[in-house]
T-cell receptor, first 115, second 114 residues
Framework: AQKVTQAQTEISVVEKEDVTLDCVYETRDTTYYLFWYKQPPSGELVFLIR??????QNEISGRYSWNFQKSTSSFNFTITASQVVDSAVYFC????????????FGTGTRLAVRP | DAMVIQNPRYQVTQFGKPVTLSCSQTLNHNVMYWYQQKSSQAPKLLFH???????NEADTPDNFQSRRPNTSFCFLDIRSPGLGDAAMYLCATSRGGFEGSPLHFGNGTRLTVT
């Protein structure tokens, strides 16, 4: 069965600090997809990134970067120079080819960025 | 902008009184999902439609039903809401047939049961 673990329940940082959100997954499929979503206080889940299991290249988008390592089944998310607007709950999620597009979410990490 | 719209944003209902939540989309996606998210928890999939085909999750209570009259609209009906059904309900869409297609979420309906 697929499973996503986000061990960090809450993280608090001061603005401009870098912060890394951890995600560890379990799957038996060889083809799968990993996602990060952001959920601000307004409630909407905002799609941030998708990686497939065959592409281990790290990705950078502005202040956001993602480190995908199959050897450790991890897909970590780093925010550089955090800002107050980054405060939100961040969910890591997994979908497997065998399950279609059904997402299994981790329990989320609540990030608070203090001014 | 193409989007997923949920109405109402906040819904209050009485214990046992049927309630319907609505979702519409302009993305022309053929898959629509309903998730339930309780406070400080991950979203939990209730069911989804792939075109007109309804797919219920095994642990979704019978109290929850859904209708999809056309591509653009999907409804969540709670026949007899209990206090435990108070939650945020999230509608999402995706392009079926494209592996790993990301889900696009609406901004949710927060349901209160009194």
């Amino acid at each position: 069965a697929q499973k996503v673990t986000q061990a960090q329940t809450e993280i608090s940082v001061v603005e401009k600090e870098d912060v890394t959100l951890d995600c560890v997954y379990e799957t038996r499929d060889t083809t799968y997809y990993l996602f990060w979503y952001k959920q601000p206080p307004s409630g909407e889940l905002v799609f941030l990134i998708r990686r497939n299991s065959f592409d281990e290249q790290n990705e950078i988008s502005g202040r956001y970067s993602w480190n995908f390592q199959k050897s450790t089944s991890s897909f970590n998310f780093t925010i550089t120079a955090s800002q107050v607007v980054d405060s939100a709950v961040y969910f890591c999620a997994l979908s497997e080819r065998s399950s279609g597009d059904k997402l299994t979410f981790g329990t989320g990490t609540r990030l608070a960025v203090r001014p | 902008d193409a989007m997923v719209i949920q109405n109402p944003r906040y819904q209050v209902t009485q214990f046992g009184k049927p309630v319907t939540l609505s979702c519409s989309q302009t993305l022309n996606h053929n898959v629509m999902y309903w998730y339930q998210q309780k406070s400080s928890q991950a979203p939990k999939l209730l069911f989804h439609y792939y075109d007109k085909d309804f797919n219920n999750e095994a642990d979704t209570p019978d109290n929850f039903q859904s209708r999809r009259p056309n591509t653009s609209f999907c409804f969540l009906d709670i026949r007899s809401p209990g206090l435990g059904d108070a939650a945020m309900y999230l509608c999402a869409t995706s392009r079926g047939g494209f592996e790993g297609s990301p889900l696009h979420f609406g901004n949710g309906t927060r349901l209160t049961v009194t």
